[in-house]
């Protein structure tokens, strides 16, 4: 792990001089070996699951009587129908496919293992035995013949009449109906609605009648956010005024055709309209409406808070050219969110994959109706919650990798003095010593995000288990407890940041550096808030300039359409995943700029720009803190007000 050079614990410990980049050592190594411990017994988990057959059960499927479908079986102790031989059949087939539990969400049938699922409708038993006889598939129970189904005993152990044509390609070896009702009363179930399922359907036909537009604006969304980031990277100079007039502009220009949308539907005679289509379009006009007063109530408040901001614009425009050039130098920033959102992937599927294995794994019992399942017995049935542990862990642990790779790339380009002596490619630079020294760190780091994400996700479900079940007062504190730990985790998100930037710049424990970060950060209070609060709203007025963007042009597309669908839903997914695909690209300009303000504290802490003592910083930043200097001296004279809004700027350099 690259330690063998690495400075002893106690020196470390004494260590409170920051020497950016200078020396490296392992950090929080006992951390690392405890993750790996743990990631070792996740292993143990998805291994065990294979072991004991779940694989096997889980992609080939098994009937009712725990015989796997395409293999020769074991006979199971007290399991009548068991130990078969089932080489030849090797689809699962269920007899009432319909019978299904809402509550624990399973399908009661009972499953047969058959040669081949029927291609087309079958709706007669005589349909059932001629496709037996032409495709040697029975799908009858075991115990009757081909010969036998038209007989009167086979009503109880023949599938269900009709029997549903199954879909060409088996999922999982399990023969699945195409267009059967069930399925859709069974998602529908899974959904509350205070009005009739009418509701439904017309959403679903409207995004339905609407995916081409959905897709086409999923994409311009994509292409906006890209061209954002290129703006961000060549014109960042002139990016906060380009994004400020382009808001009010584009606030002021969707709530007025909002209301200008409704007042001219309000209008519109509704004798035009076929009746059938009249509660669709007073859906409409009533979505409208809404949209209208949420679009005024959003634009006057962001005047307010543009109104607030306007004196501290000029400490935006210097730290976001600084940041431009960071990506100019270290391109590849762009793309992190790419590799990370990759990792998570996968990481996801392996866990979404063991899962299923659980779900298959066991001994052989029998339930109420006489059907074999799967259970895990003893303390192994408390797998899953190690499992759910994993699955928050080590989500964290990947997102923390990209902070800290992030962290270090940057307080590389902050702290090399000439530009020119840069590391050929410094995230890959950053990604080697995170791999040699931080990794114990960043498990630290990411297990103490998952000690408040846990309460807090047991907390929701309890709540939501006992919605409507508990007292007032029941209710408000689970609210106000999940309130404040979602708080306590933004708080310790932010820290943790910090802190990972603090272990990139002096190679300390993760504890000494969220310690030292939080020093710094106390010690600039005013200084840090007022550049982070400009800077986060001005990247939260790019992220609301695409999803504006996006959704305009979604209201004169759907608003158009001439089928008068019900066009609220596929709007607001359009909006949503406008706004994720922005906050996929920004955050990582968000997270540069919040290390170069922690490194920018640090700098005027510990320099000045006296002979020995150089600053750091682009000459950009540079120029700003002289300007500081100088705007304190004339703030003795009166009416300063911009002196005063720069004085924190100037506190720490002066007294450094």
């Keep these: 792990m690259g330690c063998c050079n690495s400075a002893s614990s106690a020196a470390q410990s004494s260590k409170r001089e920051w020497k950016p980049l200078e020396d490296r050592s392992c950090t929080d190594l006992p951390w690392l070996l405890i993750f790996l411990l743990f990631c070792i017994g996740m292993g143990f988990i998805c291994g065990f699951s294979v072991a004991t057959g779940a694989a096997a059960r889980l992609v080939s499927g098994y009937d009712s009587y725990g015989n796997i479908c395409g293999q020769k079986n074991a006979e199971l102790e007290s399991i009548p129908n068991s130990g078969m031989d089932h080489t030849h059949r090797k689809y699962v087939f269920f007899l009432d496919p319909c019978n299904l539990d809402l509550i624990n969400r399973k399908i009661k049938s009972e499953a047969l293992c058959v040669a081949a699922c029927p291609r087309q409708e079958l709706k007669t038993l005589s349909d059932v035995q001629k496709f037996a006889e032409m495709n040697g598939s029975a799908l009858c129970h075991y115990q009757l013949k081909p010969s036998e189904y038209t007989s009167s005993k086979a009503s109880s152990l023949c599938p269900k009449l009709p029997v549903p044509a199954s879909a060409p390609i088996p999922f999982f070896h399990r023969c699945a109906p195409v267009n059967i009702s069930c399925y859709a009363k069974f ?18 036909s409207g995004v339905m009648a609407s995916k081409e537009i959905i897709l086409g604006l999923c994409l311009l969304s994509l292409v906006l956010s ?3 980031m290129v703006i961000i990277r060549y014109i960042s100079r002139v990016l906060v ?19 200008w949308l409704y007042a001219k539907q309000r209008k519109s005679p509704k004798e035009t309209i076929i009746p059938e289509q009249l509660q669709i379009a007073e859906d409409n006009l009533r979505a409208l409406l809404i949209y209208a007063i949420s679009a005024t109530v959003f634009t006057v408040i962001l005047f307010l808070i543009m109104l607030f901001m306007r004196k501290r614009i000029a400490l935006t425009i210097a730290l976001f050219h600084v940041a431009g050039k960071v990506f100019i130098h270290l391109p590849l920033l762009v793309f992190q969110p790419f590799w990370t959102f990759f990792a998570l992937v996968l990481f996801w599927a392996y866990w979404i994959m063991t899962l299923l294995f659980l779900g298959t794994t066991g001994s052989a019992v029998k339930n109420d109706q006489g059907f074999v399942e799967f259970r895990v017995s003893g303390p192994l049935q408390y797998m899953w919650w190690y499992h759910v542990v994993g699955l928050i862990w080590i989500s964290e642990f990947i997102l923390a990798c990209q902070q800290m790779t992030v962290a270090g790339a940057v307080v590389t ?13 410094p995230i890959l630079a950053s990604v080697n010593r995170l791999v040699r020294y931080h990794l114990g760190t960043v498990a630290k780091g990411s297990f103490i995000i998952t000690l408040v994400k846990i309460p807090r996700m047991i907390l ?20 106000s407890c999940i309130c404040c730990l979602w708080c306590l985790e933004k708080c310790l998100n932010y820290l943790n940041q910090n802190a990972y930037t603090a272990t990139a710049i002096n190679s300390t424990n993760f504890c000494t550096s969220a310690k030292d970060a939080f020093v710094i950060l106390v010690e600039n209070a005013l200084r840090v808030a007022a550049i982070n609060t400009v800077g986060d709203f001005m ?20 608003n158009y359409q001439q089928d008068y669908t019900v066009w609220v839903l596929p709007l607001i997914i359009v909006c949503l995943f406008a706004f994720l695909v922005a906050h996929c690209f920004l955050s990582i300009y968000e997270m540069v700029v919040d290390v170069l303000f922690l490194c920018f504290a640090i700098d005027t802490k510990y320099n000045d720009g006296s002979p020995g003592r150089e600053f750091y910083m682009d000459k950009v930043l540079m120029e700003f803190v002289e300007n500081s200097r100088k705007a304190m001296k004339e703030a003795g004279k009166g009416g300063a007000a911009d002196a005063r809004e720069l004085k924190p700027m100037a506190s720490g350099a002066s007294s450094a």
């Design 413 to 425: 380009y902050y702290f090399t003095r000439d530009k020119r002596n840069l590391p050929f490619t």
């Design 187 to 204: 998602a529908e179930a899974l959904i509350t609605f205070v009005s009739d399922n009418s509701v439904l359907h017309r959403l679903i």
């Design 226 to 228: 890209m061209i954002l």
């Design 460 to 479: 929701m479900y309890i709540h939501s288990q006992l919605k409507g079940k508990e007292n007032a007062c029941a209710r408000c504190m689970l609210k």
């Design 539 to 558: 990247l939260f007025l790019g992220k609301v300039l695409i999803v504006c963007s996006t959704g305009l042009a979604g209201i004169m597309l759907l």
């Design 241 to 259: 005024w380009i994004v400020t007039i382009l808001v009010i502009l584009g606030s002021l220009g969707g709530t007025g055709v909002l209301w």
